[in-house]
């Protein structure tokens, strides 16, 4: 068994071992951003994502694309699957799907990098 539900398994004598690599390889192609500087941490410590109505505590205040926003949203929640160490960031950025802002897509991006 080498696929099984789009994640990829290799079975080695010291365990069995699954990923996503040919997963992600789709995404950034599909979302233009496989070349480009790589990010250290899934989210950025220095900018908090803001929740609010009116965009005043958010400095990029514009609004996003909803069905792209959520549309990459959807992808990173199926990479948990192989990746938990992004959930909480994942899960963060999941808060924000109804009204996203300019910051909030910046902070998804933030993780195919």
């Keep these: 068994l080498t696929l099984f539900l789009g994640l990829q398994v ?3 004598k010291d365990g069995i071992f699954i990923s996503q690599d040919k997963y992600v390889a789709e ?3 599909k979302i233009r951003l496989s070349e480009g500087k790589s990010a250290s941490t899934p989210i950025d410590t ?8 009116n965009g005043e ?3 990029d205040g514009e609004d996003v694309d909803v069905h792209t ?7 990173l929640m199926y990479l948990t699957s192989s990746r938990t160490d992004i ?3 994942v899960c963060a950025c999941a808060r ?5 802002k300019a910051s909030h897509l910046h902070a998804v991006k933030r993780f195919f990098r």
């Design 10 to 12: 290799k079975q080695k």
């Design 27 to 29: 995404i950034l192609k």
């Design 46 to 53: 220095e900018k908090p994502l803001l929740k609010d109505p």
């Design 57 to 59: 505590d958010d400095p």
């Design 69 to 75: 926003y959520r549309s990459m949203m959807g992808s």
């Design 87 to 89: 959930m909480f960031a």
């Design 96 to 100: 924000f799907q109804v009204t996203p």
